[in-house]
């Protein structure tokens, strides 16, 4: 037999939100109005080469894309509240199992029902991510924009449809789940140090004949990732072979939430002042640096595009895209 269970959570982590400066993702918010096929619910600009972020609030969400070959990876945004089985997936791949975006309320938190669980519409956009590590090796990712260190709060995350029919029926590339099979998602946060630690998410499991599905929006606790500059997804099936996973490397996601870093008293705060620190405004594309006077720019191919000896400058010159900043023992990812 098939259980199917929606997660829920407690309601007292989102009560206290408005009163700890929580910055919850709203992609009613983005900096460039979204629009959407009316067949399948994608944003318009997916197949679009030149849209390289999808920008909300603090949050740049990575996308990438190869329009000549229908093929993008990443993410992207959908207001498809489909999730029925479809046989043409590669066209229908924009949805989710849980019909719809999270609802926010009047104070901007996380709408909940009387059971606990978040209250879901069609009408309201969410990210759909393609996470195939074949593509790059952070293969979704979402850059915090202000150049700042956050405290990860949490996340809510759901299966995509194609992936959900796949591990339930199997498709022309995957076979459906059995016994011992795992669906995973691991969420990576990376602070200003590089440091990197990371949370496991299982989203669907085959045990004792009982297959287990995130049907509904499941929220993840992230906490444990500490301070964030940096958040990165990964997914792996144990069904692969030997080109990588065989079930389809999608999922879901709404209402990200960090707040901003608890700030450093005595001891704490004078060793964090001997480390240099990076920050990016992209609204003027302008790199400041505290205690470092030179830096350097490199590409996501590892390629050194600029260096610079002051403490101030800017990456207007540069190409739109994905970059890296190294000053001193600190580095920071931007996009331009």
Known sequence: MRSFIIAVFSALALLASAQNNIITLDLSNTEIPLEF??????WTGTYNDDEYTIDSQIYTFLHNSMGDYNTWWGFTVSNSADNSKREDFLTYQFSNMAKGGIVLDENGSVKLDEFGAPVVSPSIPYLVAFANSYFAQHPAEVVMSDGEDHEAVGVYVCLNSYTFYSVSDGDGFARAFNNGDKYTLTIHGVNSRDEEKSIDVQLAAYANGDLTTTRGW??????????????????????????????PSY??????????????TGAESEAVSKGAKIS???ADAMVRLVNADFAIVYDVAGNKVMSVEASEFSV?????????VRAGNASRKIAR
């Open 218 to 247: 499941k929220y993840v606790d992230l906490s444990e990732l500490g301070e964030v500059n940096t958040i990165w997804f990964s997914v792996k099936s144990t069904d692969s072979g030997a080109y990588g996973d065989n079930t």
């Open 316 to 324: 207007a010159s540069l190409d739109h895209g994905i970059y890296v």
């Open 37 to 42: 096929d009316s067949e399948n619910g994608a």
């Open 280 to 282: 990016y405004d992209k």
């Open 251 to 264: 999922f879901c996601l709404d209402k990200l939430m960090v707040k901003p870093a608890k700030s450093t």
